[in-house]
Nanobody
């Protein structure tokens, strides 16, 4: 089992930055592909970024490419999402999720460990 706890959300003005953290406990987190998903009111949850267990592969949704960066600190069992140039449309609850697959996947159904979510609100 892996337990995930997100932090770092908050209220920021458009153009600002936030860094989300996903701290893991339980089994060896470094062996898990980790993704950041978000869900805005009235919309489906979507994958924003993902990083393979080795950190060698990453994925970004088109809507965040060039603005968001996912990274992992293996000794700290933590995955980060650095979000720059934030826009009002980035407002959502952001969730950290993990899967034991060795290949990075963008399939939400394959992520079997989830955090509780952290709210990000970007004001215009």
């Amino acid at each position: 089992q892996v337990q995930l706890v997100e932090s770092g959300g908050g209220l920021v003005q458009a153009g600002g930055s936030l860094r989300l953290s996903c701290a893991a406990s339980g089994r060896t987190f470094s062996r898990y592909t980790t993704g950041w998903f978000r869900q805005a009111p009235g919309k489906e949850r979507e994958l924003v970024a993902a990083i393979s267990w080795s950190g060698g592969s990453t994925y970004y949704a088109d809507s965040v490419k060039g603005r968001f960066t996912i990274s992992r600190d293996i000794p700290k069992n933590t995955v980060y999402l650095q979000m720059n140039s934030l826009k009002p449309e980035d407002t959502a609850v952001y969730y950290c999720a993990a899967t034991g697959g060795v290949v990075l996947t963008t399939m939400q159904s394959e992520y079997n460990y989830w955090g509780q979510g952290t709210q990000v609100t970007v004001s215009s």
